[in-house]
C-alpha cells in the first residue's frame, strides 16, 4: 500500500509589540531574569489583565493578509494546565471564538501555484522559560517572557510533503515581516512552527491519527524532520503497527524525531472563557481602517515584478525576498528604466557588498541616486560594466560620486573613433599571420584581435565598438 502524507502546520508568531499582552511589562530580549515582571504577568491573585490594542490591531492585519474572516466579537479563553512557568495555571489563549478564520495563502511551487487553508489565527500569552543548572544548585524560573503577545496561525491539513510544509513556512513568515508584525526569527524562536503529521492510503479522504512535532527551529530542520516521521510512519504503517496521537521533538544531534509525550485533547484543557476579561468587539469601520494600511504583499510585488518590469522568476524572487530590498530596486527604477541592468547589480555586486558588511539594504551607503549614477555611465558607453564592478566597493566605501571615481582614476572608456581605429590598425600591421588565418575563415581569431586592442588601450577601448571596427577593417 502506498501512503500519502497529511500536513497541518501551527505557527506560533512572537508580535512586535513593545508591552506585553495583558500587562505594561516591556517585551524586550535579554534583561536579567524577572526584570520584566508585574503582578499581573507574575500570576498574582487578584491582578487584572487588559488586553493590548495593538497586537488586537496586529492580529487583524495578518489576518486580512491571510484573506481571513475577521471575527466582529472574539473572546479570550483560559487553557488550563500546570508547568513551572506559566505562574496563573492556565494560558489566557483564544478557543471557540478566535480573532481570525477562515483564510488562505497562496504558495508558488516548482512553477504551479497552490492554497494552503488557514483554520484560524488566534492572540495568546507566551509561557515564561525554566532554566535548569546543575543538581546541586536546582531550577529557576525566569518570568520575563511570561505573557508575551502571539499571534498561533493553524493551517487546514493542506499539506502534503517537506517541501511544501518548507514552502508554506517561508511565504507566512514573509508576509509576518512584511507587515512588521514578526521578526521572523526561527533560531531565537520568535517564530515557532510545529507540523502535525499523519499519513493515509492514497485514494483516501479519511484523516489517519497524527503526530504533532515540536522544537524545530530552522528551516532545514523543517524539512528534516517531516521528511523523518513520514519515513517513520510509512514504516510502522507497513508493517501492520498502528501510530499514536503523541508530541515528538525533533532532536537534532540524532537526526530523528523522539517521543516527548502522549498528545491532550482539547477536553484536557478545560478551556472557558475568561471572566477577567470581556469579549473584544471589533468595529467595522476600525477593522475597514485597518485593510487599507496593508501593503502589497509579497507574493503580489513578485507577480508585478515580473509583469511590469519583465523580470525573470528569479531575480523577481530575490528582490522580492525583503519588502527593504524591493523598495530599493523600485527606487533605482523610478531613476533609470533599466530594470534587468539594475537587477543584475543589485543582485550581484550591491547584495555582495551588503552581506560582507553585514549592512540592512536600508542603510546601504550606496543610495538608488548613487547607484543609477554609476549604471548611467555603462549605459552611456562611459565606463563598461566590468569597470563598473571593480569601482563598485570604493564606490560603497567611500563618498565620492561615481563620475568623480570615474574621472580621477581616468577610467573614461575609450570611444572616440580615430582614437579606436588607430589603435586596430596597429595591431593588424602587427600580427599578420593572424589576418591570414581570419581571412582564411578562422574567425575565431577575431577574439585574439579584439584581446590585443583591449590590451594596447589598457582596459579602456569601448569593446563594441573595436569589434565593429576590426569586422571591417579585416573585411577590406
Ligand atoms: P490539536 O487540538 O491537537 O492542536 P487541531 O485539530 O487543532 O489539533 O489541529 C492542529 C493542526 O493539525 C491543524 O493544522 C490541523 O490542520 C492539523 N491536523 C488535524 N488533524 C490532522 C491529521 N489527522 N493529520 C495531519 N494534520 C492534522
Ligand atoms: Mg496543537
Ligand atoms: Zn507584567
Redo the contacts with the bound molecule.
Sequence with gaps: MTFEP?????VHAQLRTRSKMFCGCATAFGLPPNAQTCPVCLGLPGALPVVNARAVEMAVRTGLALNCTVRATNQFARKNYFYPDLPKGYQISQYDLPICEHGWIALTLNGTTKTVGI?RAHLEEDAGKNLHADQRTGSFVDLNRAGTPLLEI????DVHSAEEAVTYLKSLRDVLMYLDVCDGNMEQGSLRCEP???LRPVGSDA??T?V?LKNINSFKFVKDAVEYEIARQTKVLTEGGTIHQETRLWDVNRGQTVVMRS?ED?HDYRYFPDPDLLPVSLDDAWVDGLRSTIQELPKDRYQRFTSDYGLPDYDAGVLTSARALADYFEACVALFAEPKIISNFVMSEVLRELNQSGSPVESSPVSPERLVELLRLVHDGTISLNVAKELFPELYAGDQSATQLVEAKGLRQLSDETELQALVDDVIEKHPAQVEQYQGGKEGVLGFFVGQVMKASKGKANPQKVNVLLKTRLSQ
Excluded: M
Design positions: 497529511v500536513i497541518g502546520i501551527e483554520r493553524v493551517t487546514e491539513p502535525n503529521l499523519s484523516l489517519g497524527k504533532e498528545k482539547a
